[in-house]
């Protein structure tokens, strides 16, 4: 069983920048993949970032150019830089964890974009 807890999130102007992180109870470096994913009220859940064991890295096409993920294997933790926040990236975001068959969520931080 592997424990994710987010961190990070809080109440940001547009424009603005925060940086999440997800530290893992388990060896993130076994992980196939580690990904974010948010979610805003009404909407379905969607992918924002995923980086992978081998170090392949995707995002979502609204986050694209400017959010980064990166992570620390020592640390057991992964990161998601958020740079020139829009209204539209409030959401609760979370950081999901894959290995094999199995999914691993942790319980999601609060990102609130707004003047």
């Known amino acids: 069983q592997v424990q994710l807890v987010e961190s990070g999130g809080g109440l940001v102007q547009p424009g603005g920048s925060l940086r999440l992180s997800c530290e893992a109870s388990g060896r993130i470096v076994s992980m196939n993949q580690m990904a974010w994913y948010r979610q805003a009220p009404g909407k379905e859940r969607e992918l924002v970032a995923r980086?992978?064991?081998?170090?392949?890295?995707r995002f979502g096409d609204p986050v694209m150019g400017r959010f980064t993920i990166s992570r620390d294997n020592a640390k057991n933790t992964v990161y998601l830089q958020m740079n020139r926040l829009k209204p539209e990236d409030t959401a609760v975001y979370y950081c999901k964890a894959t290995k094999n068959e199995y999914e691993y969520w942790g319980q999601g931080t609060q990102v609130t974009v707004s003047s």
């Open positions: 980086i992978t064991s081998g170090g392949y890295i």
